[in-house]
Nanobody, 125 residues
Framework: QVQLVESGGGLVQAGGSLRLSCAAS????????MNWFRQAPGKEREFVAA????????RYADSVKGRFAISRDNAKNTMYLQMNSLKPEDTAVYYC??????????????????WGGGTLVTVSS
């Protein structure tokens, strides 16, 4: 069992930065690939970024490439999302998720085993 709690959301002006954290409970955090998703008002949830269990593989949605950076610290059971050059269209509730997809599977696709409750990011123009 893994419990996930996001933090770091808030209100920021366009062009600004935020760093989200996802803290995981349990001793098996390092066994899971970790993911960020987001859901904007009135829209479906979408993939943002994912990192493999050892951190060796990373994938980003095209919309955030070059602006966002995902990382993890397995010793601290924590994953991060550094968000730079934020745009109003980045406004959403951001969720972290954990999966144990097999090696070779595309990160961020497929069934997520655990979800956090989300943290709201609002980017003003």
């Amino acid at each position: 069992q893994v419990q996930l709690v996001e933090s770091g959301g808030g209100l920021v002006q366009a062009g600004g930065s935020l760093r989200l954290s996802c803290a995981a409970s349990g001793r098996t955090f390092s066994f899971y690939n970790m993911n960020w998703f987001r859901q904007a008002p009135g829209k479906e949830r979408e993939f943002v970024a994912a990192i493999s269990w050892r951190g060796g593989s990373i994938r980003y949605a095209d919309s955030v490439k070059g602006r966002f950076a995902i990382s993890r610290d397995n010793a601290k059971n924590t994953m991060y999302l550094q968000m730079n050059s934020l745009k109003p269209e980045d406004t959403a509730v951001y969720y972290c998720a954990a999966d144990r997809l097999p090696p070779g599977a595309t990160l961020g696709l497929g069934h997520m085993d655990y979800w956090g409750g989300g943290t709201l990011v609002t980017v003003s123009s």
